[in-house]
């Protein structure tokens, strides 16, 4: 059964790897609309190659040469945020939502208000607004299906049980390119070396993240709103391989994992498809080739920004938007080499503690949302060392 | 909801770590009827502690003994094959089959065809007359749930996807006392090293059949008919820490794998109440303690036996009943000292081709499974060596 798809962030690392996934199974997707940001050229490109019958692009600056780029193919465009309203409305079975950053919060959001289901790669969806999100879902029926490579394998685990039996699930961290250094070698560090993982190749400030382990913090609020587990129930594994991605334990002492080669299209094609999974012609992931798969518990000595997002998963309330926001801020700070590597988790922390006195409740609306991120990076911005 | 329990097999291993679940739980289950084979003080003292209505052994002699033991109880008691058949006939909720070797498959197949949900521990049902008692369960509707943790673990795994969307089910092998020796050292070694298990304390014979690896075998024919999965979709993998017991690989490229610490009673506790888990009080699964699993493929020059069970789960019809007739009386005479450690392959191997040319079709009813069995012993037998 042909299966029809929008595909929000379209030129973006996420959005390639679904187009390869597209392109490999011809009979079984109809691409309706591709979403890009600034890249009219690119959009355009990718339009054409799936087929879409729709692009549109946020920066309304890029319309014209995206209109003439198409011309001739039958292909309907626009650009701006009515544009990507538009692509959003149209009717189509999945949303595949991987536009980056705060960015993407509003159009995810409008395509889980259409109740179209989602194949989430949009992080801060679910760290900044999890909570309305996740009442929206609930409220509407709609299946948000986490593309990442760690949810996507707690999905799987989870089948084998019932969530109230779930003692811990568990997210597994590659440890990025400091796993083995010591603080004060960590804390010379640029943005450069923090930049390059060992595994996984991303965007630059989700490779920081790794390097900070913010990232994983970040995935245990995501996992939080997507499975319905405290923060109690939810904890981080070190693991270099990257080839275990996500592990339950039960109450019965079983464990369940989720385990893959590290290559993205293997979670997109399961998002897209969810229990029924497409065949995909990529590398089988072989153990005995592999010989060893080692773990380790994470350092939150060295690594703060895990503890500080645990800290905000507990607090609750508004505080992992501030979180969020606060190490935006000083993530792109540290690329700039404005400040150091353990600024970062200083700076956060020190937002997240003048946040927490207001006692913030978690944004209910996706705009609060946005006006708390707004708030949290100003902060942020107020701490910003004046000689840089 | 209290689930009423039946055990075959009450007084060995895996019966007596059943009674300790049972007992961490007595407001989860009552235990109806206790079934032992010859040590009739064991089972009345099991019976006794688990609180059971009936007890019955299959040895007629020790029905005295029994009754006696019982005395002032309350408990009624059985002996010989009519005691058994009663104790199975006696409503329950679940059936715990772990009476060993050809011996259980009667009382196992009477449960099943009285309806009874099975825990299946005993292999030989499965091995040696796997279509009849499947096609059994599938007419009656009765739920086989694996108590072996191999066949636990895929059973959890296999929740994540379709069968269809499997491309392989890989069991683990801990790889048995000689997974590091050479062909040449294995030859010499007799029995008392061969039953030095480095991970499972079992009985005797099966301990001998991990190290020639025809335990995997026969796991592998049992995974066959457990889950509907073809020889070519069926696999072994070396893994001496023993954590990993089964892995499902998706036609995605995504591996979904169950594991847990190697104690009998964590797939016991899942067997009896399936995906309602029950609180189990054991040590957890600490993946970074452990700190490293390590994998390797199956040498199957070193290890024959593995070769000949995956021929005859290929080949079908009743040679897996034949093989595994065959290397029950092999591995009695390497335990006896009568035959060398690869004199099981060759005499195993030899039974079967003795078989290949009668083309025997399974055995579509209990019976027949019994008489083929026999008559492969007897082949057997008959290539004793002379002067032992």
């Known amino acids: 059964m042909t299966r029809s798809l929008t595909i929000l962030g379209a030129t973006g690392s996420i959005g390639r790897s679904t187009a390869d996934v597209v392109l490999a199974h011809r009979d079984e997707f109809r691409v309706e609309a591709v979403v890009g940001g ?12 799936l087929g879409a019958r729709f692009a549109a692009l946020s920066d309304e600056r ?3 040469t995206l209109k003439e780029a198409l011309s001739g193919t039958g292909i ?18 999945v949303v595949l939502a991987a536009i980056s950053g705060t960015a993407g919060l509003a159009p995810t959001h409008a395509a889980l208000k259409a109740g179209r289901r989602i194949a989430l790669a949009n992080k801060e969806s679910l760290v900044c607004a999890g909570e309305a ?5 609930r409220r509407l029926g709609v299946e948000i299906m986490p593309v990442d490579s760690e949810h996507n394998a707690l999905d799987h685990a989870l089948a084998a049980g019932l969530n109230r039996d779930v003692e811990k699930a568990v997210i597994t961290a590659s440890g990025g390119p400091f796993r083995t250094w010591s603080k004060e070698r960590i804390a010379q560090a640029d943005a450069d070396v923090a930049s390059a993982h060992p595994v996984w190749s991303m965007g630059s400030k989700i490779n920081i993240d790794s390097a900070t382990l913010m990232n994983k913090g970040l995935e245990l609020i995501e996992a939080h709103h997507l499975f319905g587990l405290e923060a109690e129930r939810l904890d981080v594994l070190v693991h270099p391989e990257a080839i275990v991605h996500g592990l339950v334990q039960w109450r019965d002492g079983a464990v369940t994992a989720g385990l893959a080669l590290p290559d993205m299209k293997v979670p997109i094609a399961n998002a897209l498809r969810h229990r029924e999974r497409l065949q995909m012609d990529l590398p089988r992931l072989d153990l ?3 010989g060893r798969l080692s773990f380790d518990r994470p350092d939150e000595e060295r690594f703060p920004c895990l503890s500080l997002a645990k800290a905000a998963l507990k607090a609750g309330g508004a505080m992992p938007t501030v979180l969020n926001a606060a190490n935006e ?6 690329r700039a080499g404005r400040i150091r590597f353990y600024d970062i988790s200083e700076m956060v922390e020190s937002v997240c503690s003048t946040f927490s ?22 902060a942020a911005m107020g701490l910003m060392p004046a000689h840089a």
Not at 133 to 137: G, Q, R
Not at 329 to 334: G, M, N, P, Q
């Open 38 to 49: 600034r890249d009219a050229a690119a959009l355009a490109e990718v339009a054409r190659r």
């Open 357 to 378: 006195g207001r006692r913030l409740s978690a944004p209910a609306i996706v705009a609060d949302a946005l006006e708390i991120d707004r708030e949290a990076r100003e």
């Open 62 to 64: 890029g319309g014209e």
């Open 133 to 137: 999100f996740m009442a929206d879902a």
């Open 329 to 334: 801020i000083a993530v792109e700070a540290y």
């Open 76 to 93: 309907a465009s626009g650009a701006g945020q009515s544009a990507i309203l538009e692509a959003v409305a149209r009717e189509t079975d």
């Open 288 to 290: 005995a080739a592999i």
